[in-house]
C-alpha cells in the first residue's frame, strides 16, 4: 500500500497576529495505511521570533458537533501525547524550527475526520489550521447475476432483468449498467436502476442495484454488465463484472417447413419426414395441417410430422403453426408423390398370330412423371416405346416379350408387363426334294424337318424298300424332326409328309441304288455314261436350243463302312458326278441338303 497521503490542496489557513500556517486541506489515504499531515509555521517580519512557541494538535470529535479534543502537546521543553484518545498509542508528532508534522498509523474509517494544528506563540500571536483525513477502501468485484426466468417482450413495463452488488467499499461506490458497453441512462422508458445503500456496523458500504429493463427481441444476443465507480486517494477507479446474457421470451415470428427426408423425390411407399421449425423463446411447438382441413390436426411429434408409406393422394399443401397462435406465421409446403402404376399391356397375356400377320402391342404405365419403355426378348432389346411393332410374323417371332417401364427422375421407379407371342401356321418342311446315290445294302439316313404350330406330325412314304425304320424323332412346339434308316437295295422313292390341323407340306427324296464293284468296271461305266450323257446333251441342244433345268439336286452318300479302295473309288464317283450333274443343271443348285457320314 502507498504510504503517500495525497494533498489535495494546501492553503493558508489561519493568520493571526504575526504567525501564518500552512496545512493541507484535506488529506487522502488507504485505510489501513499511515497518514500525513503536516503544518507549517512562519512569523511576519514585523514579528520578533517568540522565546515560547506551543503546538497542539486536535480532532473532531466524533459526532460531536464543534467539540474537539486533544492528542498532543508540545513546547520547548517537553511533548505530549494525551491520554485515553483514539490516537493514544497511534500518532507520532514531530517538531522543527518551522513546522510540525502528525503521522496517524493504522488509519481507520472513523479517523475520517478534520485534524487542527494549533501554534501559540504568545505575544507573537496564535494560529490555527484544519485538514480534512479521507480514508478509502475499495470495494470487492462486483457481483452480477441474471433473472434465470427470463423476461418477455410483452410486458410494457420495465422488469427486472439482473443485479448487481459489490460490497465493503468507503466511500459509497456507484454503480453503472452496460448494455453492449454501452451506458444505460437510467429513468427512461427501457431502463429503471433501484439502487440499495447499506451500510455496516464497521462503516463500509455495500451497494446492490437492480435493473429493470423492458426487453426487445434483439436483446437475446446482448450482453449486459455492470460496473463500479469508487474513489482512491487522488483517482477515480471502476471495476467491471463478467459479461452475461439474459433470456428473452418472444413468440415467433418466422417459421420454415420443409421435408427432411427422403431426399430429392418421394415416391408412393416412402416414409416421409416434414419438419418444422422457427424462431421465439423458449422454442415453439407446432400443429401441423393440410390445406384442405385446416382444422384438423395431424398427428405429429415435436417439430415433425412423420407421414409413412406415403400414397399420390398425400400430395398437397402441408402447413404447420406455432401452438400459440401468433397471427400470420406458418410454414408452408407442398408435397408431391410420384407414382408408376402397374404396366398395363394390350394384348393381355399371350396372343396368338397366324404366320404372315402382323401385331402391334401396347404397354402402358400410368406415372406422375415421364416415363421411358423398352422391350425386351430373350435378354435382347427389341423396341422402344409404349408400342411395339410385330411385322410379318415367323415362327422366330414366337417368344416373351418384356416392356420395361422406367422413370427416368426417379429411378427407383420401373414396373414391367410382358405378352407371349405365339405364332402359329401350316407345316413348313426343311431343305427340297432330295436326290442321293448310295451303294446297295447300304443304309441311308433320311432326315425331315418341319416347323409348324401346331406342331406337325411327320409320316414317312417309303416305295421300294421294306426295311426302313425311324432312329430319330424330336419335336417341341413348333418343330418337329423326324430321321429314318433306309435299307438300299433298289431305287427308291421317299416322301416325308408333315401335318397339323392347319395344312400339310412334304418333302421327297430320290435314293438310287449304285453297284459297288470293283474299281475297272466302275471305271469303264462310268466313261459309257459320261458319254451317253454328253451324246444326249448335245442332241437335246440340238433339238431344242437350250439347256433344260432340272429340280432335283444329286448328293454323294459314303458308305457305311469304308475301306482303303473304296474311298478312293468314292472319291472319283464324286468328282464325276459332280461335273456331270453341274452340267445337266446349268449350276443353278448346288450340292447341299443333308449329308450322312
Ligand atoms: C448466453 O449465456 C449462456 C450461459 O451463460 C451461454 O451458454 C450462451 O451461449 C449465451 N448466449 C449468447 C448469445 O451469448
Ligand atoms: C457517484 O455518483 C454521485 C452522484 O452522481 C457522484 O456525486 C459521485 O461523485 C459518484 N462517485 C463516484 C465514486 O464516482
Ligand atoms: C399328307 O398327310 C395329310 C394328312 O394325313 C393328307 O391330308 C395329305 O394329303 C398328305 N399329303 C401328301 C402329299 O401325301
Ligand atoms: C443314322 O442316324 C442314326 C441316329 O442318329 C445313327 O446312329 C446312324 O449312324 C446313322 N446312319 C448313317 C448311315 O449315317
Not at 415467433?252 to 420443409?258: A, K, N, Q
Not at 410454414?331 to 404372315?356: C, I, N, W
Not at 424337318?449 to 432312329?471: D, F, K, M
Not at 446349268?586 to 443333308?594: A, N, V
Request: proline content about 5%.
Amino acid at each position: 500500500m502507498s504510504l503517500l497521503p495525497s494533498l489535495m490542496c494546501v492553503c493558508v489557513c489561519s493568520v493571526w497576529a504575526g504567525v501564518e500556517l500552512t496545512v493541507p486541506g484535506s488529506v487522502e489515504v488507504y485505510l489501513g495505511d499511515s497518514a500525513q499531515i503536516s503544518c507549517q509555521y512562519s512569523f511576519t517580519e514585523a514579528t520578533v521570533e517568540p522565546s515560547f512557541l506551543m503546538i497542539q494538535w486536535f480532532v473532531r470529535a466524533i459526532g460531536g458537533g464543534s467539540s474537539r479534543v486533544r492528542i498532543f502537546y508540545g513546547d520547548h521543553s517537553s511533548t505530549l501525547v494525551d491520554k485515553d484518545t483514539n490516537y493514544t498509542g497511534r500518532i507520532q508528532v514531530t517538531l522543527d524550527q518551522h513546522g510540525t508534522s502528525l503521522s496517524i498509523q493504522g488509519v481507520q474509517l472513523s479517523d475520517e475526520r478534520e485534524f487542527f494544528c494549533q501554534v501559540n506563540g504568545l505575544s507573537a500571536g496564535t494560529a490555527e489550521g484544519k485538514t480534512q483525513l479521507r480514508v478509502f477502501a475499495p470495494p470487492e468485484a462486483p457481483v452480477i447475476e441474471v433473472v434465470q426466468e427470463g423476461t418477455s417482450v410483452t410486458r410494457e413495463k420495465p422488469s427486472k432483468v439482473a443485479s448487481c452488488e459489490t460490497r465493503n467499499g468507503f466511500p459509497k461506490p456507484n454503480i453503472t449498467w452496460y448494455r453492449n458497453q454501452v451506458p444505460l441512462t437510467p429513468a427512461t422508458e427501457r431502463v429503471n436502476v433501484l439502487t440499495l445503500v447499506t451500510r455496516d456496523s464497521r462503516d463500509f458500504y455495500s451497494v446492490q442495484s437492480t435493473l429493470e429493463y423492458r426487453v426487445q427481441r434483439e436483446d437475446k444476443d446482448a450482453h449486459f454488465s455492470c460496473e463500479v465507480t469508487f474513489s482512491v486517494p487522488g483517482a477515480v477507479r471502476t471495476a467491471e463484472s463478467s459479461s452475461i446474457n439474459i433470456t428473452v421470451h418472444y413468440p415467433p415470428t418466422m417459421v420454415e417447413l420443409w421435408k427432411q427426408s427422403p431426399q430429392g423425390l418421394v415416391r408412393e411407399g416412402d416414409t416421409v419426414e416434414l419438419r418444422c421449425q422457427g424462431d421465439g423463446n423458449p422454442p415453439p411447438t407446432f400443429i401441423f395441417t393440410r390445406e384442405q382441413e385446416p382444422d384438423v390436426a395431424l398427428e405429429s411429434s415435436d417439430d415433425v410430422l412423420t407421414l409413412s408409406a406415403v400414397s399420390r393422394s398425400d400430395s398437397g399443401m402441408y402447413q404447420c403453426r406455432p401452438t400459440q397462435h401468433v397471427p400470420e406465421v406458418k410454414g408452408e409446403m407442398q408435397l408431391t408423390v410420384h407414382y408408376l402404376d402397374s404396366a398395363v399391356m394390350v394384348p393381355k397375356d399371350s396372343e396368338v398370330m397366324f404366320r404372315g400377320e402382323d401385331l402391334v402391342a401396347t404397354c402402358n404405365a400410368l406415372s406422375s412423371l415421364k416415363t421411358s419403355t423398352l422391350w425386351f426378348k430373350d435378354g435382347r432389346r427389341v423396341g422402344e416405346g409404349h408400342t411395339l411393332h410385330l411385322r410379318d410374323a415367323t415362327y422366330e417371332t414366337t417368344g416373351e416379350y418384356v416392356c420395361d417401364v422406367t422413370v427416368p427422375s426417379l429411378p427407383s421407379l420401373r414396373t414391367n408387363g410382358s405378352i407371349h407371342i405365339v405364332v402359329q401356321g401350316p407345316p413348313q418342311v426343311l431343305g427340297a426334294e432330295q436326290q442321293l446315290e448310295a451303294a446297295a445294302g447300304r443304309t441311308v439316313n433320311l432326315s425331315c424337318e418341319a416347323l409348324g404350330r401346331p406342331a406337325p406330325v411327320i409320316s414317312w412314304n417309303i416305295e421300294g424298300s421294306q426295311t426302313w425304320y425311324e432312329v430319330m424323332s424330336q419335336a417341341n412346339d413348333q418343330m418337329t424332326l423326324s430321321v429314318v434308316a433306309v435299307s438300299i437295295s433298289a431305287d427308291i422313292s421317299a416322301r416325308c409328309n408333315a401335318s397339323n390341323v392347319l395344312g400339310s407340306d412334304s418333302r421327297t427324296f430320290r435314293v438310287t441304288a449304285a453297284e459297288g464293284s470293283g474299281l475297272v468296271i466302275i471305271g469303264i461305266v462310268l466313261c459309257l455314261l459320261l458319254l451317253a450323257v454328253l451324246g444326249s446333251v448335245l442332241y437335246f441342244l440340238h433339238k431344242k436350243g437350250k439347256v433344260l433345268c432340272g429340280r432335283s439336286a444329286k448328293e454323294e452318300i459314303t458308305k457305311e463302312k469304308t475301306t482303303k479302295n473304296d474311298i478312293v473309288v468314292e472319291m472319283k464317283t464324286k468328282t464325276e458326278d459332280a461335273v456331270l450333274l453341274k452340267s445337266v443343271n446349268g449350276g443353278k443348285r448346288g450340292l447341299s441338303d443333308q449329308e450322312s457320314p
